[in-house]
């Protein structure tokens, strides 16, 4: 899935502002244009648009954490580790959400998308064990779609 696409997810969930983006990227000290955030958040075929790199994303996750979790005295910044996939998406949001299995599983069954609790947890291993399933682009969809209905309402 696109990382503008997640970016554009996330800013409608939160109802988050132009300033409020630029403000969660710099909580991890990444320093980010308010026009690049505006460039990022327009469509694909839209004039202007612009691709935000995968160290990017990783870093405006990062900073949601903290800024939904807040940060822990003394420990630095969680390091960003490319390569970028909607596994490691995925992993970040439970995170900044602090969601357990059974509110992954309601937020899935809230779009109609009903996956078992070892389907699940294949998602969030690690890449070379050997019960890894890569997170799909329509998996990502429907769980960004079901958390948002969780938390806008």
Known sequence: MMNNDVLRSVRYMLDLSDSS???????????????????????ED???????????MLYFLNGLVIHLRGKKDNQPHMPVKLPNS??????????AFNLKDEDLQEILQSVDFNVSKPELSALF????????????????????????MRVRT
């Open 21 to 43: 983006m630029v403000d969660i990227f710099g909580l991890v000290d990444y320093a980010v244009a308010e026009t690049d955030v505006v460039d990022f958040l327009r469509a």
């Open 125 to 148: 291993r690690a890449k070379g064990h050997s019960n890894y399933r890569a997170c799909g682009d329509q998996f990502l969809r429907n769980f960004l779609k079901g958390l948002t």
């Open 86 to 95: 909607n596994n490691l998406m995925l992993k970040k949001l439970r995170v």
């Open 46 to 56: 839209e004039e202007g648009f612009l691709a935000i790199p995968d160290d990017s």
